[in-house]
């Protein structure tokens, strides 16, 4: 069964910081793809970060310079790290374990930026 769990969202002031993991088990870690999505209350969920396989890692322009994602494949976890964070930045955050073949979502980590 496979199982994706992320965790270390909360409650922030605007410029500071949280760390994002996401733990995954069930599937070949190394052999997937980690990406980030986040989704604000009545917005679409958007993308945010992807973490290859191989460990290239791609950020959406709106979090550029602000977040990067990195993985650990010995302990098949995936984090977010995010810094000067705004209020535009409140969001349910996702990650996802994809390959071209299947993709597997959990359930989220709330991140709220607020004074």
């Known amino acids: 069964q496979v199982q994706i769990v992320e965790s270390g969202g909360g409650l922030v002031q605007p410029g500071g910081s949280l760390r994002l993991s996401c733990a995954v088990s069930?599937?070949?870690?190394?052999?997937?793809?980690m990406a980030w999505y986040r989704q604000a209350p009545g917005k679409e969920r958007e993308w945010v970060a992807t973490i290859e396989s191989g460990g290239s890692a791609l950020v959406a322009g709106s979090v550029k310079g602000r977040f990067s994602a990195s993985r650990d494949n010995a302990q098949s976890t995936a984090a977010l790290q995010m810094t000067s964070l705004r209020p535009e930045d409140t969001a349910r955050y996702y990650c996802?374990?994809?390959?071209?073949?299947?993709?597997?979502w959990g359930l989220g980590t709330q991140v709220t930026v607020s004074s």
């Open positions: 996802k374990a994809f390959t071209s073949a299947d993709n597997y």
């Open positions: 069930g599937v070949i870690f190394s052999t997937h793809h």
